[in-house]
Every structure is written in C-alpha cells, then in structure tokens.
C-alpha cells in the first residue's frame, strides 16, 4: 500500500494524499492581481490528483512584493481576482487549496528571473525595500530601510487582513512563507538582522517577530483551518542562521498552534553556494520530524515517485511538495499513482487516459446501463 496516495489530517482539514503543488512565482500579475495566465496555471494543478495545491507567493502590501508584477493580497481588487480563480479551481479541481502569504522585504522591487532580477528603480515604478536592518542583498541591490517599531506593528496588521481575506475567500490552509531569504527569514539571520533593540541581537529577540506575527495570524484564522510555516533551516554561509535554531523555532511556532512547517533552506545572500541534488534537502525534514514533532513538508528537487514514496514511508516527511518536476510534467501524481500502486483524482473527462483504460469503450447494457468492457479500438 502506497503512503505516498493516504490521506493526512491537519486540525478539520483531510488532505487526499501527500502530495503539494508547491508555490510558484509567475510574475505576471497586474496591479497585484491574478490573470487568465494564474487561471490557466492553478487550474490545471487542481486537476492533475495532488492533495493540496498552493498560491504563489501572496504579499500583504505592494511594497512586500518581489518586483511589480507579483501578486498581493492586499486590495479589494487583489482578493476578487484571487477569488475568481479559486473559485474555478473549487468546481473543477479536486485539491484542497492553499494561500502562501508572504513580505519580500529587502529582496523587493526587482524585476523576475529571466530579466537577471536587475533593480527596479522608484522612478519608473520600483520603491525602496524594507527590511530589519539598512543591510543590502548585495552590493548590486537597494540599500533598504530599516523598520521602525511602529512599521512592524503595521506590518503585523497586514498580515493578518491578509488573513482574513484569505478566509473570506474560502482557502483550507495558510503557509506563512518564512524563508529564502525574504522578510520573516530576514528577522531571523544575524546576517540580515543587526538590530540592537528587543527585535534584534539575540536568538530570543531575532525570533519575536515571526512569532508574535504568527500568534496574530492564529488569532483570526479559524481553529478547524491549518497554519504552518516555510521556514530555510540553515544559511549556506558563516554566520547565519543555523539548523540548531531552527529546531528551537520551530518548538517554539509547535507550541502556539502551527500545524506543520516546510523544511527548505538558504535564500539570505544571492551568492550562497547551495550543494543541490534530488533530495538535498530532506536531511532538515527528517531532523525537525525527529527533534520537534511537528508535521513536515520536504522539498527539493524531488521528482522521482519512488524517491517520494520512499521519503514518505521511511518517516523522514509527512509531505512532499513539487514545483519544477510539476512544471515539467503537470501530471505528475497521475504518473506516481500508476507507478506506486495509489489512486487519484482523474477529472471524468480525463477518466480514459489512464493506460489501464487505453482500450476502454462503453457498451449499453438491457437496461440501458452503461456497460464497460475492454474492447479494441483504433481510436
């Protein structure tokens, strides 16, 4: 029996199988709203038979955002766009559906990858990034602003509307993103956090953001809806953020209601030296699954479905999330089910795809009931 294809329980949320269509930037959005491109995007992941489906990164104000076309959840226009697209994903899909809310903070205002991530300037429609310290991500990017206390409650607030317009839309599940090097990541790294007041210097003070703005996210999302958190366990350079501290973080986020969190890693510097291969990163699931007890999503360049399978049943996750391996084959858990002996959701329009059905035709029976039976065709 497959684990990879059985069901998880999240606080009143049944997740069919293990597998999550991990967030994915597009920069395409306008005016921070979604497009025909996020309805063509998300809706074809709701059909393809993963468990959960995540949003891309979802910024709760338009200077959170990475560059000028990334989506926010921060305007009336910016929760009906997202609405409109959920509620395609809700009539056709068969995923349950996740927002990932987010801030890039002193990674913002740059334009997307293929474009060299070059600066976006406040005078053709980039701003000044914020972040803990004037600290730049490079020597190429914007010296940022340092938050003030006042603007750290602010951004406290925004987060949580964020959250309420996720709940008004109907999402099942929020994914705080607090890592790869964007704004909750920030607070975290002494590498982007020099502070010296009582949001910065030590451990304890690095984490009184990020936990104080989850206890206020908790605070208004419903009790029965899961909340958890993306976390980049170590920084791949001296200095930083350590695996050590992410094991008492995540005790910490544990005891004040986070449901799960997402092991991924680095993102604090653009030039970290980061020993990718398959699965690279699943050594941190493991570990935070073993030290804390906290359900874990792995991530990382997982695409094979026995590999997954393998993560799954070893205890090293309870999830797997996939971006690049669903872009290249958007029909990847149809493909692992069929290799792993699982099931699941096939659209009935899509029904006669599956290679056990390739000779499938339907014959009427005496009492005009469909009868199947496997027939060859030359169709």
């Known amino acids: 029996m497959t684990q ?14 293990r597998v999550v269509v991990a967030p994915m930037c597009q920069y395409i959005a306008e005016n921070g709203c979604m497009s025909d491109w996020h309805l063509m995007h ?7 038979g993963a468990g959960l489906l995540m949003t891309e990164m979802t910024d709760v104000e338009p200077e959170g955002r990475i560059g000028p076309y990334c989506v926010g959840l921060y305007s009336d226009d910016c929760e009906h766009a997202i609405g409109e ?7 056709f899909g068969g995923a349950k559906l996740g927002i990932q809310l987010a801030h890039a903070g002193r990674k913002g205002s740059v334009l997307p990858p293929w474009q060299a991530r070059q600066i976006v300037p406040p005078s053709v429609g980039g701003w000044v990034p914020a972040a803990p310290s004037p600290i730049p991500v490079s020597a190429q990017h914007h010296v940022p602003r340092e938050l003030s206390i006042d603007d750290i409650q602010s951004l406290i607030d925004k987060f949580t509307a964020a959250v309420r317009r996720a709940d008004r839309i109907g999402f099942d599940l929020i994914e705080l993103h607090g890592a790869h090097g964007y704004l909750i990541h920030q607070f975290l790294s002494p590498i982007s956090n020099q502070r010296t007041d009582e949001f910065g210097g030590s451990l304890e003070n690095r984490m009184r953001f990020p936990l104080e703005l989850f206890k206020s996210m908790r605070s208004v999302w419903p009790a029965t809806k899961p909340l958890g958190v993306k976390i980049s366990a170590q920084d791949w350079c001296e200095g930083g953020w350590t695996l050590e501290d992410t094991l008492e973080y995540c005790g910490r986020l544990r005891e004040i209601g986070c449901d799960f969190v997402i092991a991924s890693s680095g993102g604090i510097t653009w030039d970290e030296k980061i020993p990718t291969a398959p ?15 906290i359900p874990v999503t792995a991530v990382g ?10 993560i799954i049943t070893s205890g090293a996750a309870d999830m797997i ?7 290249w084959d958007p029909r990847w858990p149809w493909h692992a089910a069929d290799a792993l002996g699982g099931e699941c959701f096939v659209p009935d329009q899509y029904t006669r795809a599956q290679p056990s059905l390739a000779h499938d035709t339907f014959a009427v029976g005496a009492a005009g009931e469909p009868v199947r039976s496997l027939v060859l065709t030359t169709e």
Do not use: W, Y
């Open 279 to 293: 699965g690279f990163q699943v050594r941190f699931a493991e570990v935070i699954r073993s030290k804390v007890g």
């Open 42 to 48: 998300l809706g074809q992941f709701a059909v393809c």
């Open 4 to 17: 990879l294809f059985s069901p998880l329980h999240l606080r009143g949320l049944t997740i069919a199988n």
């Open 85 to 91: 697209v959920v509620k395609f994903c809700r009539r």
């Open 321 to 327: 999330a996939l971006a690049r391996g669903m872009l």
């Open 301 to 310: 360049l997982i695409r094979d479905p026995q590999h997954a399978e393998e």
